[in-house]
């Protein structure tokens, strides 16, 4: 299977070419020149299936041959080593858990098979890669989670100093081995512009290989397809209208499930959930992309702009009327958050985080102006409450115990290297490692 860049069809790299370079050098996202069609006997008995098995027939029909069977498998068997479980709310309405990674949210199914795909293509070589995230909290805790211990690659983890929350600094500083976390001083764009800087420097390009490990990375989203099937695995009662809510920022997470259906996942609508920032549902409605600046919310890891992955959705549909047919959106802000975190607890016993929240009230609203009757719907959680602990306990007045991942780190010793914003500094810190 060839990848082509978003900017230009006619540029074509392999699936190999397209995890190590991340972006393609016109400045497109890679997207695969067909999506793979599944057959519909595997689809009807999913049920058959572990997460694990349903991974391998998805990312085989995307891989072909450039990695072998046995090391897709491993590579698979290793990177989603944890559940996914639907949680039924009632006979209408189910949570798709996807937190029950090593960081707690979603991000670990990517971060982890990116890992140890870009170890397997560098297995043979002596070549050493060098990640650099700028990370204003969870990208970084994942990905440095994801390759930890991986062969060939060292992690370097730029985070603004005291700009992330307590919880977030201790996953992202209590790693050892291959990954380093780099404390500047600085803001999250300081972080930004730094890895920006290093990745044209010729002198350091000369001297080490970089790479990223954004969320646009192909290697990053077709792992977040395998859910979606698991997902529908575990719906008890399925109704001909399945819809699923999708707590919405880049949009990798929402592309990824549009993939699935379009490889015959009978999923009836996806829809779109975002916060105050909603140029997507503003896309949405009037057809029209207009990023503007973030604003901070609740549901921070949301918190976006202007969305990297509209270039993928817009490059799977041929025209808007058809965009329409396949996603519905709602944006709902934090004041709505806490409503909806508290209704869900009321109405569910069920505690659900702030990104979880407004996934729950893009589905109510749909529901409500659409006056659906049969449906079965599922609302995909992407972090675990106490990830956002302070948010949902001031939300429910109930304190939320960590959870085992957490505690352990909270016991290891926080280890940084402090760098001041200056490239200067961070271009020395890089030369001498
Ligand atoms: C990253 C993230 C999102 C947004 O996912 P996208 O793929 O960027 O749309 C939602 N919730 C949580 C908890 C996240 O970490």
Redesign the pocket.
């Given at each position: 299977m060839n990848y082509y860049s978003t900017n230009n069809k006619n540029l074509k790299v392999s699936f190999r070419e397209a995890v190590m370079k991340g972006l393609s050098p016109d400045g497109g996202l890679f997207m695969p020149e067909l999506i793979p069609q599944l057959d519909a006997d595997f689809i009807n008995n999913l049920n058959n299936y572990s997460i694990q098995e349903i991974g391998f027939e998805v990312a085989k029909l995307f891989i072909d041959n450039e990695i072998p069977d046995p090391d897709l498998e491993n590579i698979i068997e290793n990177a989603i080593n944890f559940d996914a479980p639907l949680v039924e709310l009632d006979n209408k309405l189910s949570i798709l858990e996807l937190f029950h990674g090593p960081t707690l949210?979603?991000?670990d199914f990517g971060a982890r098979f990116m890992a140890r795909t870009m170890s397997h293509f560098l297995k043979d070589s002596d070549e050493v890669v060098n990640i650099l995230v700028a990370t204003s909290g969870?990208?970084g805790s994942a990905v440095a989670s994801g390759f930890y211990g991986v062969e060939g690659i060292n992690v370097y983890l730029l985070y603004p100093s005291g700009k992330v929350s307590d919880i977030q600094e201790m996953q992202l500083t209590t790693f050892d081995k291959n990954i380093t976390a780099l404390e500047i001083e600085g803001t999250f764009d300081d972080c930004q512009k730094l890895v920006k800087s290093a990745f044209v420097d010729n002198e350091i390009n000369s001297k080490m290989k970089l790479s990223s490990a954004n969320?646009i990375n192909i290697a990053r989203l077709i792992p977040?397809s395998f859910y979606y099937f698991n997902g529908y695995k575990q719906l008890k009662n399925r109704s001909e209208n399945v819809l699923v809510s999708?707590?919405?920022?880049?949009?990798?997470?929402?592309?990824a499930g549009l993939m699935a259906k379009k490889m015959g996942l009978p999923i009836a609508k996806f829809i779109g959930a975002t916060n105050s920032n909603s140029v997507f549902t503003e896309f949405i409605r009037s057809g029209k992309y207009e990023p503007r600046p973030s604003v901070k919310t609740l549901?921070n890891?949301?918190d976006?702009g202007a969305?990297s992955?509209l270039a993928r959705i817009q490059s799977l549909y041929t025209d808007h009327s058809i965009i329409l047919k396949d996603i519905a959106s709602n944006t709902h802000n934090d004041d709505q958050t806490i409503e909806m975190i508290q209704q869900t607890y009321r109405k569910y016993n069920y505690i659900i985080?702030p990104?979880g929240a407004v996934g729950m009230l893009a589905l109510e609203q749909y529901l409500a102006e659409e006056k659906l009757e049969d449906y079965s719907a599922i609302v995909v959680e992407?972090?675990h409450p106490a990830?956002f602990k302070e948010s949902v306990e001031d939300a429910l007045g109930i304190d939320i115990k960590l959870p085992e991942a957490l505690q352990k780190c909270i016991s290891k010793e926080k280890k940084t290297i402090k760098i001041s914003n200056s490239y200067s500094a961070f271009k020395e810190f890089l030369l001498n490692t």
């Amino acid at each position: 299977m060839n990848y082509y860049s978003t900017n230009n069809k006619n540029l074509k790299v392999s699936f190999r070419e397209a995890v190590m370079k991340g972006l393609s050098p016109d400045g497109g996202l890679f997207m695969p020149e067909l999506i793979p069609q599944l057959d519909a006997d595997f689809i009807n008995n999913l049920n058959n299936y572990s997460i694990q098995e349903i991974g391998f027939e998805v990312a085989k029909l995307f891989i072909d041959n450039e990695i072998p069977d046995p090391d897709l498998e491993n590579i698979i068997e290793n990177a989603i080593n944890f559940d996914a479980p639907l949680v039924e709310l009632d006979n209408k309405l189910s949570i798709l858990e996807l937190f029950h990674g090593p960081t707690l949210a979603f991000k670990d199914f990517g971060a982890r098979f990116m890992a140890r795909t870009m170890s397997h293509f560098l297995k043979d070589s002596d070549e050493v890669v060098n990640i650099l995230v700028a990370t204003s909290g969870d990208t970084g805790s994942a990905v440095a989670s994801g390759f930890y211990g991986v062969e060939g690659i060292n992690v370097y983890l730029l985070y603004p100093s005291g700009k992330v929350s307590d919880i977030q600094e201790m996953q992202l500083t209590t790693f050892d081995k291959n990954i380093t976390a780099l404390e500047i001083e600085g803001t999250f764009d300081d972080c930004q512009k730094l890895v920006k800087s290093a990745f044209v420097d010729n002198e350091i390009n000369s001297k080490m290989k970089l790479s990223s490990a954004n969320s646009i990375n192909i290697a990053r989203l077709i792992p977040q397809s395998f859910y979606y099937f698991n997902g529908y695995k575990q719906l008890k009662n399925r109704s001909e209208n399945v819809l699923v809510s999708v707590p919405s920022g880049n949009l990798g997470n929402l592309t990824a499930g549009l993939m699935a259906k379009k490889m015959g996942l009978p999923i009836a609508k996806f829809i779109g959930a975002t916060n105050s920032n909603s140029v997507f549902t503003e896309f949405i409605r009037s057809g029209k992309y207009e990023p503007r600046p973030s604003v901070k919310t609740l549901s921070n890891a949301m918190d976006v702009g202007a969305p990297s992955n509209l270039a993928r959705i817009q490059s799977l549909y041929t025209d808007h009327s058809i965009i329409l047919k396949d996603i519905a959106s709602n944006t709902h802000n934090d004041d709505q958050t806490i409503e909806m975190i508290q209704q869900t607890y009321r109405k569910y016993n069920y505690i659900i985080d702030p990104h979880g929240a407004v996934g729950m009230l893009a589905l109510e609203q749909y529901l409500a102006e659409e006056k659906l009757e049969d449906y079965s719907a599922i609302v995909v959680e992407t972090a675990h409450p106490a990830k956002f602990k302070e948010s949902v306990e001031d939300a429910l007045g109930i304190d939320i115990k960590l959870p085992e991942a957490l505690q352990k780190c909270i016991s290891k010793e926080k280890k940084t290297i402090k760098i001041s914003n200056s490239y200067s500094a961070f271009k020395e810190f890089l030369l001498n490692t």
